[in-house]
């Protein structure tokens, strides 16, 4: 069975930084480009970040210079380091793995709020 089961979301005031992880499990991490995805309340689902098998990086226009991606292939993990955090950054967001086959995460609420 895949799992993509993503952690670390939370409450936190604007300006300030999270890191959501993202466990993986069921397929050959090591063969797939990993990345985030956002949602916000009434909004499409927005790209965030993305990190290839060689780990060449790749962000969203809204996150770039704030946001990290990175991951580590023993742990079949996948992290993301947000820092100087603005209200936008509000909604669930997931942790997907493209291959083969694309599988996505169910997804975790981050609330920037003072």
């Known amino acids: 069975e895949v799992l993509l089961v993503e952690s670390g979301g939370g409450l936190v005031p604007p300006g300030g930084s999270l890191r959501l992880s993202c466990a993986a499990s069921g397929f050959t991490f090591s063969s797939y480009r990993m990345g985030w995805y956002r949602q916000a309340p009434g909004k499409e689902r927005e790209f965030v970040a993305g990190i290839s098998t060689t780990s060449n990086t790749y962000y969203g226009e809204a996150v770039k210079g704030r946001f990290i991606i990175s991951r580590d292939n023993a742990k079949n993990m996948v992290f993301l380091q947000m820092s100087s955090l603005k209200s936008e950054d509000t909604a669930v967001y997931y942790c997907?793995?493209?291959?083969?086959?694309?599988?996505w995460g169910q997804g975790t609420q981050v609330t920037v709020s003072s």
């Open positions: 997907t793995a493209a291959g083969s086959v694309d599988y």
